[in-house]
């Protein structure tokens, strides 16, 4: 069986994805959004937190944030090519650009909009203003959709430019069906060069969307995708050292030359991309696939959420347990992550029921009542 292709590309077809690759896409998300959330807890009142001596919290914050935390969203771009191959050859360019419009776009504004509105409410109650946005048509456009600079809710830059890379999918499928070597060599370009065209705020997202897509196109198998990623995740211990140097001697990558830091951070990405994958195989195959498996509904949602809670649970936290820096501050760093799934958890069932929010916030995706074993054996 193949996905039936439409006008688009009349005579390609992909093969659907068997239960094994969708269970460890399910498991991805998961870990990945879990992990991606360290990356977003307030810091506080603190000195830049790489350019001090590393003692072991300082190394654990270091490998969470800056080497797993940011480089999970390069397996969750990969998973997002891979799928866009079948949708676009399915439903065609136009109704796909519609229905990631609502599947991105909309939760991108709802979110921030929710945001603004917690942040008007905060300013009221405490005169505290310097988190607002500017309120001019440029001020508001980048607050509400990542324009030129970071949107309220940071994370959901990822939404943003997401989206953008569906816009090019239609370009990028048939370059990559017709030109692969040449399509993959701009990409990289893209990405080095990128950064200043404002087409996407992180470019490199693009070139990870690209190569997802292409191992679709490819017709790669699940032993081929395991292949790759195992000759890869070699190259992650070379990365994984090279980054742990580069703090443990206290060198800003900001400090760099681009190319040089653009280079080094998007080999970071590719290779813990490819250490990630491999890691959903033996999550799969132990006791905690289940877990991971039942906690992909709320993925989306903790995603959304989880740096707003930061935002104004990181308040209560700092009074508390002080900044970066402090004693206690890894109280903070470990809680907040798992308050987040809770708080995910609990919320997306509050709105379950409801249509419109579930359309605004959850992108249209209600739960599921749980099945009993027979019918899912039956539904696979």
Known sequence: MTIKPNSFAPNDAVAPIGKAMSDRIKIARSLCIFFMTFVHVPQGIAENVYDRDAGFFDIVYFVLTRMMGLSSVS???????????????????????VSKFKTLVVPLVAWNLLMLVLLAAYGVLSGNWKDMPEFSPLGMANALLAVTEWPLVVPLWFLRDLFVCCLFAPLLYLGLRRFPAATILALVAF?????????????????????????????????????????????LFAMVAIFLALRIERILL??????????????????????????????RRSALSELFMRSEPYAFFLFCSHAILFNFGGIIFRRVFGNYGSDLFPITFFTL????????????????????????????????????????????
């Open 75 to 97: 397996l969750l771009s990969v998973v997002s090519g891979y799928f866009i191959v079948s949708s676009l050859l399915k439903v065609g360019a136009g109704s796909l650009t």
């Open 191 to 235: 990405t080095l060069l990128g950064e200043n065209l404002y087409i996407l705020q992180r470019p490199q997202l693009m070139l990870f969307f690209g190569l997802g897509m292409w191992l679709r196109i490819s017709a790669a198998d699940d032993e081929a995708i395991d292949r790759v990623a195992g000759f890869l995740a070699i190259g």
């Open 254 to 283: 900001s400090e760099m030359d681009d190319t040089l830091r653009l280079t080094l951070d998007t080999l970071l990405r590719v290779t813990m991309a490819a250490g990630f994958w491999k890691l959903t195989e033996s999550v």
């Open 337 to 380: 992550p798992c308050l987040a799934v809770v708080a995910a958890i609990v919320g997306l069932n509050v709105i379950n029921r409801s249509a419109i929010l579930i359309f605004l916030f959850n992108a249209g995706h209600r739960l599921r009542a749980r099945s009993s074993p027979a019918m899912e054996r039956a539904s696979a």
